[in-house]
């Protein structure tokens, strides 16, 4: 056990631990997100969000049902 410790915090080792380390946490969420597809088609609806021009959706709830009543 001590041998594996001494490894591990081997400079030249550590890296290879964390780069798997975080590599299996990277390919966890990812199985995560698209394992249901019901979240799968969620987050695929997410993916244009920051191309979207439209601002309709960023006002205040009180003031957009006050401008279409004006309108009618």
Do not use: C
């Amino acid at each position: 056990m001590m041998g594996l410790w001494e490894w591990i915090t081997d400079m030249g080792n550590s890296k290879m631990v964390a780069l798997l380390l975080f590599m299996g946490t990277f390919i966890g969420v990812v199985i995560f997100l698209f394992a249901n597809r019901q979240r799968a088609r969620k987050f695929e609806t997410y993916r244009y969000i920051p191309l979207d021009d439209d601002d309709s959706h960023r006002e205040p709830v009180a003031r957009r049902d006050k401008t279409k009543s004006d309108e009618q």
